[in-house]
């Protein structure tokens, strides 16, 4: 028998410096698709709250900055900061999970659609979120065992 999948809808988050990504999926994990760009700023976290009130999902992924070493980048102190709002703002379970090459990846699928440059920038950041949850759920398809790590760590 193939591994072990959890049923239900899962959030991916892409958290920009300027704009963050929202991407869902079915219950099923069958299709990944775009939901939002949210401006970052004060508000952020409770449109993020919002969209999950809207769409409770089992989980939220969040990207995690990975090198292409496969190490955490430089980014990680300011999206450990990230991470810690969103477990405390969203009242769901969070996991931070690789985004490399995320935001390279949807770029190339958004150019090779026939989007010009300025019509990719305001989607770019769903389009990034809909790749990292793309992957999580065929890891865990695959595995049996959900994506990267349970945020906070062994909480």
């Known amino acids: 028998m193939g591994a072990e999948f959890r049923r239900g809808v899962r959030l ?3 958290w920009g410096k300027a704009r963050v990504g929202v991407a869902a999926c079915d219950p099923d994990g069958l ?5 939002e760009t949210v401006p970052t700023g004060g508000g952020t976290v409770q449109r993020l709250a919002e969209i999950c009130a809207e769409y409770e999902p089992i989980e939220v992924l969040l990207g995690w900055p990975v090198n292409l070493a496969g190490r955490e980048g430089p980014a990680v102190q300011q999206m450990s900061e990230v991470a810690d709002r969103l477990h405390t703002g969203l009242a769901r379970p969070l996991r931070v999970v ?15 659609s026939g989007r010009t440059s300025r019509s990719r920038r305001a989607i770019i950041d769903q389009a990034a979120a809909v790749d990292i949850l793309e992957q999580a759920l065929e890891y865990e398809k695959r595995t049996g065992r959900p994506a990267g790590r ?6």
Do not use: F, I
């Not at 299709?31 to 939901?35: G, H, N, S």
């Open 98 to 112: 690789d985004e490399r090459l995320s935001t390279a990846s949807a770029a190339r699928k958004l150019a090779a």
């Open 12 to 14: 991916a988050v892409d």
């Open 150 to 155: 349970e945020w906070p760590q062994g909480g």
């Open 31 to 35: 299709l990944a698709y775009p939901v």
